[in-house]
């Protein structure tokens, strides 16, 4: 598999540069360099490749990155908690990203004019459903249809075979569905048959490592051996690794003549584009935004709606644990299956919803867990282990492999409580100024939360089995700020200059030849895990910025 080496700028003027390559970025990368645009791809983060260097993150998926960026702090206003988790190394967060990709439906891009909260999208399903299509066939998805309501099927051919439900799934499936609720194969971006592009060559599954700590043989998507060596192969692009851009410069007609950036000598650089394009991703582009503040863009650049940093959202999230007695000493066998789960429980009461049934808005959805996996530092036993020696070894013979886990993932509504801000003192290690940020989850949020523990344990016990652990408060056990790692909104697109950051293509309203792709530019974000999404709207971004440079309008 080539290697999309970091590569020198000199001798190469790209008509556009990208800052980021992960998804967003690398698939701007992709659909620029295919359209013959000469392309220029800015990463903070070091150079990285997953074939040879397996060893990333083998122990805790965040060698470079994670919780914790060395030299690159941000800060929490008085009474707020957000933890962001970030990636430096090309690929960005691709690299350790759980590859659950549904499709948003159609509810999900006008959920306003459904309830009344939030915005709508100025774009609906219909405008981006042929990119879903396209982003499906090119990143590789394993799932399959289910036609159910606002959870759009993909067209024949498109998806892999999924892998076989486990014993512990088929499980979950017969008690939600004596409950009502659907459970049905899930979706992810695995190759579960080979793709054999020349630049970037994918392996099918072999259902053998663990996803997180890198796919070496490119089943698992990421940017890193799927769009940019793709895009390396069209000889259009060049990548320059450890490039922490610092602004992006406006010339006298308020167009963007290019961006600064800092090398990791702490040199600067000025790299010159027709057009500038950030996928640093949402709270990055942001702070991007923000830092590219002059004497014509005091309030920061593309800002004059003051909706940057504004709107951000999380995805709900919190975890209930069943113990089944029926899954107690089954016989051993390699229940590995692809790292993720091969089923999972899509919302399934919009109808309830829209007749008022529920005290909350919006959905949410499962991703569930339990198999006989390879062990972390301990064995989860559901705390029905009791003693040591040969007493804790049969209690671990027994009970191991007996605990089903439901992960709650759902809808946060955007609110005036939560948005990030440059801190007023602190800056990093590059003199850049940092984020602050400020949150606060509303009674929408946890209501909602409330419900899905419930559900869960309706299930659970419908299974025989009862919850492990106490089952807390819903304002306890909903996950803080950032920490399902899905923040979107902070520079939002809209119909209307006066309310959002960009047009319906990621076009920012204030500078013609700026185009955000990350996701940022999210109006809502629906329970559904963000990243498809912003890689069929990177595409359909980039379309549109290739076909107005074609028509020389850039
Ligand atoms: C453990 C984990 C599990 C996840 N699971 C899922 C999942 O199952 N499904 C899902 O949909 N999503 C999931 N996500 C979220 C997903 O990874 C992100 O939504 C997605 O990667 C965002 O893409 P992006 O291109 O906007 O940002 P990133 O992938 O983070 O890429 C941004 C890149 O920009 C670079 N950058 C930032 N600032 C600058 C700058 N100033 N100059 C130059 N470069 C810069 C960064 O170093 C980084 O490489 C998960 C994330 C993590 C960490
Ligand atoms: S389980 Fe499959 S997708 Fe995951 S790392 Fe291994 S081969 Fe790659």
């Known amino acids: 598999m080539p290697k999309s080496k970091a590569a020198s700028k000199a001798g190469f003027e790209p008509d556009v540069v990208v800052v980021g390559s992960g998804a967003a970025g690398g698939m701007a990368a992709y659909v620029l360099t295919r359209a013959g645009i000469k392309t220029l791809v800015l990463e903070a983060g070091r150079d990285y490749d997953p074939v040879p260097e397996k060893h990333f993150g083998f122990y805790d998926a965040t060698a470079n990155g994670g919780w914790d960026v060395p030299g690159e702090p941000y800060t929490n206003a008085p009474g707020s908690v957000f933890r962001w988790w970030r990636s430096r190394m090309l690929g960005g967060r691709t690299n350790h990203w759980g590859r659950h990709v549904p499709r948003f439906g159609p509810y999900d891009f006008k959920s306003h004019s459904r309830d009344g909260l939030g915005m709508d999208w100025p774009i609906s399903y219909d405008d981006v459903a042929p990119y879903y299509d396209r982003t499906e066939r090119l990143i590789g998805v394993y799932g399959a249809n289910a036609g159910l309501e606002n959870h759009p099927d993909s067209p024949p051919g498109i998806l892999h075979t999924p892998p076989k439900p486990r014993v512990t799934e088929l499980m979950i499936r017969a008690g939600a569905n004596a409950l009502g609720i659907p459970c049905v194969p899930s979706r992810y971006a695995v190759l579960t048959r080979p793709m054999d592009d020349p630049h970037a060559p994918r392996q099918a599954c072999f259902y053998a490592t663990p996803c997180g700590r890198g796919c070496a043989i490119g089943a698992a998507f990421q940017s890193t051996t799927s769009l940019l060596p793709m895009a390396m192969g069209t000889g259009k692009a060049r990548i320059i690794t450890n490039a922490m851009v610092s602004r992006i410069v406006t010339g006298p007609d ?16 000025f790299v010159k584009a027709r057009a500038v394009v ?3 991703s949402a709270c990055e582009t942001a702070r991007l935004l923000l830092n590219s503040k002059d004497g014509g863009h005091p309030e920061g650049l593309a800002n004059s709606s003051g909706q940057v940093g504004k709107n951000l959202m999380d995805t709900t999230g919190t975890n209930v644990t069943g113990h089944i007695p029926a899954l107690e000493n089954r016989p051993r066998y390699n229940e590995d299956g692809a790292e993720m789960a091969h089923l999972y429980i899509p919302w399934w009461l919009y109808k309830e919803q829209a007749a008022g049934k529920l005290d909350f808005p919006r959905g949410y959805h499962y991703e569930i867990g339990g198999r006989f996996s390879q062990p972390g530092a301990g064995l989860s036993l559901g705390g029905n282990e009791d003693g040591y020696g040969l007493s804790l070894k049969e209690d671990a013979r027994r009970y191991y492999g007996a605990q089903l886990g439901f992960t709650v993932r759902g809808e946060m509504i955007p609110n005036s409580d939560s948005y990030c801000e440059l801190d007023p003192q602190m800056k990093d290690k590059f003199g850049i100024p940092v984020l602050r940020f400020h949150w606060k989850w509303s009674q929408h949020e946890i209501r ?3 419900h899905g523990m419930q559900t869960a344990k309706d299930i659970i016990e419908r299974l025989g089995g009862k919850v492990v652990g106490p089952m807390l408060p819903p304002e306890q ?9 899905h923040e979107v909104g902070t520079t939002r697109m809209g119909a209307s200059a006066s309310d959002s950051v960009t047009d319906g293509f990621g076009k920012t309203w204030d500078v013609d030849n700026l185009v955000l792709v990350d996701g940022g530019i999210f ?3 629906a329970h559904k895990n963000p990243t498809l999404t912003i890689m069929a709207l990177a595409w359909r971004n980039m379309d549109r910025l290739a076909d107005r440079m074609r028509k020389n309008e850039i």
């Open 523 to 525: 109006t809502s974000n």
């Open 477 to 485: 056990a909903i996950a803080v700020g950032g920490w399902i790692i």
């Open 448 to 450: 909602q939360i409330a």
């Open 278 to 280: 950030l996928a640093a």
């Open 254 to 269: 308020g167009k963007a003549t290019g961006v600064e950036y800092v090398g990791k000598d702490g040199s600067r650089h």
